[in-house]
């Protein structure tokens, strides 16, 4: 996978459970299919909304081998292969590609709040030795460290860095991220994707490459419609559809992700399941406001498809 293929809607798939928490294997196989049926332009499994951390080691290689099966080279392949770990994030990455992945998405070490020295390091050795192309997760309510505009700068001067899902809020850093790796459009070297649903529009404008997205789990076509209106300067349609999907992008984060999500996939009579601890149920106070919004979102029509 090069840089130049990074652009679009990607999802940030959930991992659907059975009601005894169980990992959904062939509801996993759905939702994949679902995804690219609903012209999604590829899938990002076992990041957070996918809830790794719960996940072990031999059901995190059978999704991988499960998504790259269904995608069928319809679309990208995006495995979250980081860890607190440089040595573990490897291993992980080594997986992933004698899986099939097409890249691996790494998230900031967690926890132990790397320096940019380590970071750097961190990342030039999984990019070395992991086996596939990466790109940097940057999500510092997660992980308690940021990675500032100039430290991306120097991570996308390693060959094998191929973009960054920008996950910080902070749209200034994102535009500076932007123009420091030299880029803006389709044909940027470095692509720079928005990891928050909201801030796609905002990110595409800036000359961002797409979103890895997390409410087009119910919503894709919605999504990559969006995403396709910003690329091709449709701002008017990108503005349009970002409004009308903005209730469900704010209700999907009304509580800790991935649970609202799940919780209106389930709604919706798509795979989900619940969530395993230590993610509770959502609360019912919640539940209401969810399902309005995602009603919502699913009534949505792309400019294509209006009669």
Request: hydrophobic share 45%.
């Amino acid at each position: 996978m090069t840089r130049a293929l990074l652009k679009g809607a990607f999802t940030a798939l959930v991992t659907p459970m059975t009601a005894d928490y169980r990992v959904d294997y062939e509801g996993f196989r759905f939702l994949v299919n679902f995804q690219f049926e609903a012209g999604i332009d590829g899938i990002v499994p076992l990041g957070t909304t996918g809830e790794t951390p719960t996940l072990e080691p031999e059901e995190r290689e059978k999704l991988t081998r499960i998504a790259v099966e269904e995608a069928r080279g319809r679309g990208p392949v995006i495995i979250g292969t980081g860890a607190n770990a440089t040595k573990q994030t490897v291993e992980n990455t080594r997986r992933a590609r004698d899986a099939g992945a097409d890249a691996a998405l790494v998230v900031t070490p967690y926890y132990n709040k790397p320096n940019d020295g380590g970071l750097v390091r961190h990342f030039e050795e999984v990019a070395d030795k992991g086996g596939l192309p990466v790109v940097v997760y940057n999500v510092p309510s997660r992980t308690g460290r940021n990675i500032s505009a100039a430290l991306t700068e120097r991570l996308a001067a390693i060959p094998q860095v191929i973009g960054i899902k920008e996950s910080s809020g902070d749209i200034g850093q994102i535009g500076d991220i932007i123009a420091y790796t030299g880029g803006r459009g389709e044909e940027a070297p470095f692509a720079v994707l928005s990891g928050d649903d909201g801030l796609a529009l905002p990110v595409l404008a800036l000359g961002g490459q797409g979103v890895v997205s997390v409410v087009s789990n119910l919503a894709p076509a919605q999504v990559a419609a969006l995403v396709r209106a910003g690329l091709t300067g449709d701002m008017e349609e990108c503005r349009r559809l970002h409004y009308a999907l903005l209730p469900f992008m704010k209700a999907a984060f009304v509580e800790t992700n991935p649970v609202p999500i799940k919780a209106a996939m389930a709604l919706s009579g798509l795979p989900a399941g619940p969530t395993r601890l230590p993610l509770g149920p959502l609360s019912p106070a919640n539940a209401a406001l969810l399902k309005a919004a995602a009603a919502s979102a699913a009534s949505v029509a792309p400019a294509a498809r209006r009669s």
